[in-house]
């Protein structure tokens, strides 16, 4: 009789204990966090080879973060977009604004007027708390495939500027979780549903999942959108330095060369002209006939840590503050001014 009950009490505390009860699964999990993610909509201009330019759209993912609006995608997604929507779970399809973007992270946020009845709100992990080896799932869309699942782990870390590319103010996880176009800025999983990351990039041969991808950590997004003011400027460029910028005779050793500016931004509203002919320099796409940027604000883009200066100087500015920019057009040295409207 004794042994029995002893039995039944090291049963009982086995079926009470927290592993027996994390009976739930990646189905379970993918319920709970569907209606958090949404297909982003955008519409952009680029120039065409034979120098016009064009309207088209593009696809990315996105996660909400909180009851007011607000939604976690990629700057590569929205950075030059002129229109934005936004598709929640249930179909419905809202407008959005961009309020924040840092392509050298490759996170942005933007913003609906009111989330939609039934919609749940991510939660947010501490993402220093991610190992390597830590299972993980992706949701997004795919090439279009709205709410696809992908799964797998955290392949390795990869702290700020350790990788290569102009996206040096990220924490990287790398992952095998399978990501593809459409994917971008959708959120990464850890298995109790909490966000750990937004999808940025894959390293690819083929031009599809080869089993490199790589996302921003929430923190990264948190410090540099939620806990500081960020700027968007609606514009993308390419960063001269070295070679390239004796090539293109700068009169300074580092500028930006303006490669897309979205209509209706402030970068629109200053006057800053993208550029139109498509050219390839050692290896590198670009396009020019626009803009270099010399400096923002007074601070040049040669000074050392410019671009943590410049997002200084670009943060403290509110509703009716004047941001100069000094730019080089066609041989000539001018000074273009935007007023701050919100």
């Not at 996880?173 to 990501?179: E, G, K, N, Y």
């Not at 070295?242 to 005779?249: D, K, P, S, V, W």
Request: glycine share 10%.
């Amino acid at each position: 009789m004794k042994k029995c009950f002893i039995l039944l009490l090291v049963i009982s505390v086995i079926l009470s204990s927290p592993l027996a009860a994390q009976t739930d699964t990646v189905a379970d999990r993918f319920k709970q966090v569907r209606s958090s993610v949404v297909v982003i909509k955008i519409k952009q201009q680029s120039p065409t080879q034979d120098f016009r330019m064009v309207t088209h759209g593009g696809l990315g993912s996105g996660v909400v973060i909180s009851p007011d609006g607000k939604i976690l995608t990629a700057a590569h997604v929205i950075q030059t977009a002129f229109d934005v929507e936004v598709v929640f779970a249930n179909g419905m399809t809202v407008p959005a604004e961009i309020i924040g973007s840092e392509p050298a992270a490759d996170v942005a946020m933007i913003k609906v007027p009111s989330i939609p009845a039934g919609i749940n709100i991510a939660k947010m992990a501490d993402s220093d708390l991610v190992e390597v080896g830590d299972p993980v799932f992706v949701v997004g869309a795919p090439y279009g495939l709205s709410y696809t699942l992908t799964v797998g782990h955290i392949s390795a870390r990869h702290k700020p500027d350790t990788l290569t590319g102009n996206m040096n103010l990220a924490e990287f996880f790398q992952t095998d979780a399978a990501i593809n176009h459409g994917n971008s800025g959708g959120p990464m999983f850890n298995m109790k549903g909490e966000v750990i990351g937004i999808v940025s990039y894959i390293l690819s041969q083929s031009g599809g999942f080869e089993g490199l991808g790589f996302v921003a950590s929430i923190k990264t997004a948190q410090e540099l959108l939620l806990d500081t003011k960020s700027f968007w400027g609606g514009m993308e460029g390419h960063v001269l330095e070295g070679a390239l910028a004796n090539i293109f005779n700068l009169p300074q050793k580092v500028a930006i060369l303006v490669q897309k500016v979205a209509p209706g931004s402030p970068a629109d509203i200053m006057g800053l002209k993208g550029g139109t002919i498509p050219l390839k320099i050692a290896d590198i796409d670009m396009f020019v006939g626009g803009d270099f940027v010399l400096s923002v604000g007074g601070i040049s883009y040669a000074e050392e840590n410019a671009y943590f200066k410049i997002r200084n100087y670009l943060g403290t500015k509110k509703r009716g503050d004047k941001i100069t920019a000094k730019i080089l057009r066609a041989g000539v040295v001018r000074t273009l001014e935007y007023t701050v409207d919100r």
